[in-house]
């Protein structure tokens, strides 16, 4: 089988392996991948897995450099993929209220490159290049921001998206259409007020918000085991005092088990304009950040991994073809980080960039905003 590589500037198509009928395609590739009683199509069970690879290889890369002095600090999300990709490659990507809104947190590399984003513009944050696109290298990996897919600013305080995720559906809602508001959070941030106000808001009666509310449940808030802290068994289930649907995939870490559940997740939240909470259970592979070493633990469930298994087990791919794969992604993601690292770095001058957004109307910050004005006497 032959990789066909994608170029990353251009939205994601499926892997290249065409369309086929019957039960099994010439050779013997069959025509669907299946878990249990559910299944999606080869076709997009290669896509997957081409993506959740390229964002391994772009997260280890991530992390040497971290450990290299190259990058002052690594967060992210190894173990995460399925869940990550399955979402980037499902979102209605644009501008405006008639696209999906983002509002996601510092582990969702998949669903950036699942949507197109160049690996190198997660390097450039993650060396503070003066050429990262999202931050001009002034915060920290995974902060990304990208008007033109409705991406909003990612933060490093807890749980704050929750609460901005309402406000993007109310106007969604009032606009009409099928757009919604995904929001993205880690099972310790459930944990704050904010993830309930999310959960109030969405939810008034006569007055339900397109939110689709994602939790990433890996078992863990940096050092605390999620079973020490919560005493519900599955956090969507917090959603039933508010009337709001939810669903938990107990095996996150299946992409074929995820892609129907974001998949029905969408369906819902786009068709009754309501909110929905999906819960995955999810791996940590590499610990909370850089601050804890990123060390690989090897008991934890390999997301892509099991799922190599499964497609060689079923015939649709071999062996020489995943080789190819990873160093095709291997490849990618040494390139970026050699392209970012010789980049400019940020000016002192550069502080004050890009605060305020340019405004004809403002007597003070008429155009980009470069420092505090003169005081008047």
Known sequence: MAITELDPDEPPEPFALGRRGGATATGGIPVVVRSDREAISTEVALT?????????????????????????????????????????????????????????????????????????????????????????????????????????????????????????????????????????????????????????????????????????????????????????????????????????????NDPVLTWNAVDRAMRYVRTHRKPFILEAKVSRLHGHSSSSGAQRNWDEPDCIARFEKKLLDCGAIDEDTLKELRAVAKAEADEAADAAVKEAKPTPADVYRHTYAPSTVDAVYPTDYTGLPQRRR
């Open 48 to 252: 997957v897995h081409r993506h959740m690879v390229r964002t391994r290889a772009l997260e280890e890369r991530s992390i040497k450099l971290s450990k290299s002095g190259e990058a002052y600090f690594w967060i992210g999300g190894p173990g995460e993929e399925a869940l990550n990709v399955c979402l980037g490659l499902q979102v209605q990507r644009g501008r405006g209220a008639a696209h999906d809104y983002l509002h996601l947190h510092y582990r969702n590399a998949g669903i950036l490159l699942g949507m197109g984003m160049p690996m190198l513009d997660h390097v450039r944050q993650l060396v503070m290049s003066a050429q990262d696109p999202h931050s001009l290298g002034r915060n920290f990996v995974g902060h990304y921001s990208i008007p033109e897919w409705n991406v909003l600013p990612v933060t490093s305080v807890i749980e704050v998206q929750c609460v901005m995720a309402p406000g993007t559906a109310l106007m969604q809602k009032r606009h009409g259409g099928e757009g919604l508001s995904l929001v993205l959070s880690g099972d310790a941030g459930t944990a704050e007020g904010d993830f309930e106000s999310c959960l109030l808001w969405s939810s008034r009666a006569g007055n339900e918000l397109p939110v689709l509310i994602v939790v990433a449940n890996n078992g863990y808030g940096i050092s605390t085991p999620h079973a020490s802290q919560h005493g519900a068994k599955r956090i969507c289930e917090r959603g039933l005092p508010h009337g709001i649907r939810g669903e938990c995939v107990e095996d996150g």
